[in-house]
C-alpha cells in the first residue's frame, strides 16, 4: 500500500529548494539547514511531521519585527510564533503543497563551537540534520564539533 510518502519527500525536496533559493538572495543569511524527522533518514517523517528549517542570520530582528522578507512561498500571516532559547520561531504554510514549515530564525552564536556547542543546538544537530546552504562553512564546523 502507497502511503504517499514518496510524493512527500518530492515536496519536502520543493520546500528545501525554494528555501535556498530565498536565502541565497538575501546576504543576512549566513546558513540555512533542513532538520527533525526529515533530515533522518527515510521513514522517520511522519504524515503530521512539519518540515524544520534553521535560518542562521545576522539579522534575526528583521524577521521577528516583519514578514516582508519571508519567503514568498509561504502564506502569511505566521500560523505560530515562539521563542526557544535564541531561537525564533514562525510556523507558515507553503502555499503550493500545504506542507507546514517551520522557519527558526537565529544568530550565528547558536552554531559557536567555543568554548563548547550549546547543550540544545547539540541535541538539534545530532536529532538530524542536512545542510542547505552553508557558504562560509559554519555549519560544517558545527557538524563535526557534535560528532
Same mark, same amino acid.
Given at each position: 500500500?502507497?502511503?504517499?510518502?514518496?510524493?512527500?519527500?518530492?515536496?519536502?525536496?520543493?520546500?528545501?529548494?525554494?528555501?535556498?533559493?530565498?536565502?541565497?538572495?538575501?546576504?543576512?543569511?549566513?546558513?540555512?539547514?533542513?532538520?527533525?524527522?526529515? *533530515?533522518? !533518514?527515510?521513514?522517520?517523517? $511522519?504524515? %503530521?511531521?512539519?518540515?524544520?528549517?534553521?535560518? =542562521?542570520? #545576522?539579522?534575526?530582528?528583521?524577521?521577528?519585527?516583519?514578514?516582508?522578507?519571508?519567503?514568498?512561498?509561504?502564506?502569511?500571516?505566521?500560523?505560530?510564533?515562539?521563542?526557544?532559547?535564541?531561537?525564533?520561531?514562525?510556523?507558515?504554510?507553503?502555499?503550493?503543497?500545504?506542507? *507546514?514549515? !517551520?522557519?527558526?530564525?537565529? $544568530?550565528? %552564536?547558536?552554531?559557536?563551537?567555543?568554548?563548547? =556547542?550549546? #547543550?540544545?543546538?547539540?541535541?538539534?544537530?545530532?536529532?538530524?540534520?542536512?545542510?542547505?546552504?552553508?557558504?562560509?562553512?559554519?555549519?560544517?564546523?558545527?557538524?563535526?564539533?557534535?560528532?
Amino acid at each position: 500500500m502507497d502511503d504517499g510518502s514518496a510524493d512527500r519527500s518530492a515536496q519536502v525536496e520543493e520546500v528545501t529548494a525554494e528555501l535556498r533559493a530565498w536565502a541565497d538572495g538575501r546576504i543576512d543569511v549566513q546558513a540555512v539547514a533542513l532538520v527533525g524527522s526529515y *533530515a533522518r !533518514e527515510p521513514g522517520a517523517a $511522519t504524515a %503530521e511531521s512539519d518540515v524544520d528549517i534553521v535560518v =542562521v542570520t #545576522s539579522k534575526v530582528s528583521d524577521y521577528l519585527e516583519s514578514t516582508d522578507g519571508f519567503p514568498a512561498t509561504l502564506e502569511l500571516p505566521p500560523l505560530r510564533a515562539k521563542q526557544w532559547g535564541v531561537v525564533h520561531e514562525r510556523r507558515l504554510r507553503h502555499r503550493e503543497t500545504g506542507l *507546514a514549515v !517551520e522557519l527558526n530564525f537565529t $544568530t550565528p %552564536e547558536w552554531a559557536a563551537t567555543t568554548p563548547e =556547542v550549546d #547543550s540544545g543546538t547539540k541535541k538539534v544537530v545530532l536529532d538530524g540534520i542536512r545542510v542547505l546552504r552553508d557558504p562560509h562553512g559554519l555549519l560544517a564546523r558545527l557538524i563535526d564539533a557534535c560528532r
